[in-house]
């Protein structure tokens, strides 16, 4: 029997090979750029400093090998070589911008060009070469500072063979991020590149087509990736920014999806400015998401429903955002996590209630672990998700979302003195019998959540699954755990005689989680996911455990600021970005 999807993979490895040999033997034309490029893209001076020290920090590994360049490493990964062969590092560089910058920059862009600019190696895809051609043009000026002509004239015959080779193969590239990616490129050559403009306007319109299918009507993506979405959002502005550079005007599908996407991400962006990390996103990289906000220029309030599925409740200094939806299914749910009625929380500056987040880059049981309900501040039922991770593809090793929440019914209402969440899900319906429901309420000056969650076993075949399931345990209940995972810069104990947690953070201030009593509060060791991290930093978590014996069991837990804690607290502790990052593997 014929495998699909990996004779499809191997018929477009073969047509970008195939692609960039031929792209790469045509003649060059392109002598310079229609106009100086102006750069959109934002570096991290701290990260530019460790790659000119020859610490070199991609998809989760730190390699130290100051006495080699970025293509004498011995590359771990495919995740790796594709961070390397993006050249999104060269903005970390351009943010240092001295001298030592610059050689460094120029001397690894002009070896890619002799090692890989025949068409040959790992980077010739249609989304790593848009991602590649947006960091060579915004950093233009930069790197060709003080070259001779002969390197210039090499720069500019491999922006016009990858341009070719993009205008051929972007339809290659999957829906979605990717394909995003792969189009901006080509309408930035096109637009900057002399004599390249005929390649811009096919990509312009069918930039335009996947903004119509791909960006829901409420501005979302299939994935539900919050820091995916932001990604993409970024894109489409710079994307916008050219044709307005260039005198051209922007598809009203385009900026359409922009003026959707814009109030999403604000329902999204917590407290303190970073994005809620749910279905493989992280909180974003710093700085992105309000430069991308003051550059789309959309006003727009968030919304007061869900937000590509997301409810918002905010009071105060305190934000919470929830999983509100079905989780992501098919294609888009390969980095889906079982996260349904999920919630963070974030004071002011310092998040609090957190979910453990993507363990993408620390290996595949991390990467199963992170996307699993237990992971997740959430209930749990008998130690099972209330989705499932599908058998590996054969040959891409992607394991899809599958027997998750089927129908999430939610309410958004006022609440006296705050504002009301209530969900539901039937994740453990089939399994169990058991529908959970979720109210959340916070007050409006945000020193306070109630949370209730119910597990309820409401029709006659869901009373009788769950007398089975009872049955199976030997009728001494079924156990139940609802986690809050704490930031690891929270530091949690255990108060009044083990009835109540008491956290501190950073910022001074003190939050207290109390339960109504009826089942056990434990805090145990838990951990936090980050992709720009060596390895899962310790944290803590607080597990309220009980079990159930009857068609309903409810429990009552809140989370509030301390009564000596300040309305306003001065939260002047800074953070080292490069924190942890102090185990590297040499070569």
């Given amino acids: 029997m014929f495998n699909i999807p990996g004779l499809t993979a191997r018929k477009e490895r073969f047509l970008n090979r195939w692609h960039a040999r031929a ?47 970025l293509w004498q490493l011995e590359v771990p990964d495919a995740a790796y070589a594709a961070d390397l062969q993006g050249f999104a590092w060269l903005d970390d560089l351009a943010a240092v911008g001295d001298g030592a910058a610059r050689q460094v920059a120029q001397r690894w862009l002009w070896d890619w060009i002799g090692l890989y600019g025949k068409g040959r190696g790992p980077g010739w895809t249609p989304d790593l070469t848009g ?7 915004n950093h233009a000026l930069f790197c060709l500072r003080g070259q001779e002509s002969d390197q210039s004239r090499a720069f500019y015959r491999s922006l016009e063979q990858q341009t070719r080779f993009l205008s051929r193969r972007w339809h290659g590239a999957a829906p979605g991020l990717p394909r995003f990616e792969a189009l901006t490129g080509l309408i930035y ?38 820091e995916e979405l932001l990604a993409v959002f970024t894109l489409l502005t710079w994307a916008a920014a050219a044709l307005s550079d260039a005198g051209r005007s922007t598809p009203k599908d385009h900026l359409a999806a922009i003026s959707r996407i814009a109030p999403t991400l604000r329902s999204l962006r917590h407290a303190d400015g970073g994005l809620a990390r749910f279905h493989g996103g992280g909180r974003g990289l710093e700085g992105w998401l309000d430069h991308a906000l003051a550059a789309a220029r959309v006003r727009t309030s968030p919304s007061e429903g869900l937000s590509m599925g997301y409810a918002r409740l905010s009071g105060g200094r305190t934000s919470v955002v929830i999983d509100a939806a079905v989780p992501p299914s098919g294609a888009a749910s390969g980095n889906a996590h079982a996260s349904t009625l999920a919630f963070e929380l974030t004071s002011g500056r310092r998040p609090l209630v957190v979910n453990c987040g993507s363990g993408a880059s620390f290996g595949l049981e991390w990467r199963r672990a992170g996307r699993a309900t237990p992971s997740h501040s959430a209930l749990c039922l008998g130690g099972y998700s209330s989705a499932r991770l599908s058998e590996p593809d054969r040959h891409t090793g992607r394991e899809a979302l599958i027997d998750g929440p089927t129908h999430v019914p939610v309410e958004m209402s006022s609440a006296g003195d705050g504002i009301r969440f209530q969900g539901g899900h039937n994740g453990y319906v089939r399994s169990h019998g058991l ?47 609802i986690r809050f995972h704490l930031h690891p810069d929270v530091d949690a104990t255990l108060d009044l005689g083990g009835a109540a947690v008491s956290m501190a953070l950073k910022s001074g201030e003190i939050w207290v989680f109390r339960h109504d009593g009826t089942h056990n509060l434990s805090l145990e060791p838990g951990a936090y996911l980050e992709t720009t991290r060596l390895k899962p930093r310790a944290a ?35 953070d080292d970005p490069l924190a942890d990052n102090t185990e590297p593997d040499e070569q």
């Avoid at 087509?209 to 539900?224: H, N, S, Y």
């Avoid at 076993?457 to 009872?470: W, Y």
Wanted: glycine share 10%; with cysteine.
């Fill in 23 to 69: 792209a790469t033997r045509t003649p060059a034309q392109v002598k310079g750029f229609v106009s100086s490029p102006e750069p959109r893209t934002i570096g991290s001076y701290a990260r530019g400093r460790q790659l000119i020290a020859g610490n070199y920090l991609f998809a989760g590994t730190l390699i130290n090998a100051p006495d080699r360049t």
């Fill in 131 to 137: 991602r590649r051609l947006i960091r060579w043009i």
């Fill in 540 to 574: 803590q978590q607080i597990v309220l455990s009980g079990m159930a014996f009857t068609y309903a069991t409810r429990v009552r837990w809140s989370l509030s600021k301390a009564q000596e804690t300040a309305i306003g607290v001065r939260d002047l502790s800074m």
């Fill in 189 to 226: 050559a096109g637009l900057a590149l002399e004599g390249q403009e005929a390649l811009a306007d096919p990509a312009i319109k069918a930039l335009a087509r996947e903004c119509r299918t791909q960006i829901d009507a409420e501005g979302g993506l299939p994935t539900r990736n919050p």
């Fill in 435 to 481: 529908t959970l429901a979720r109210t959340l309420e916070l007050t409006l000056d945000g020193r306070g959540l109630a949370g209730e969650d119910m597990l309820l076993a409401l029709e006659d075949i869901e009373k009788r699954r769950f007398d089975k399931a009872l049955d199976l345990a030997g009728l001494k209940g079924l156990r139940f755990d």
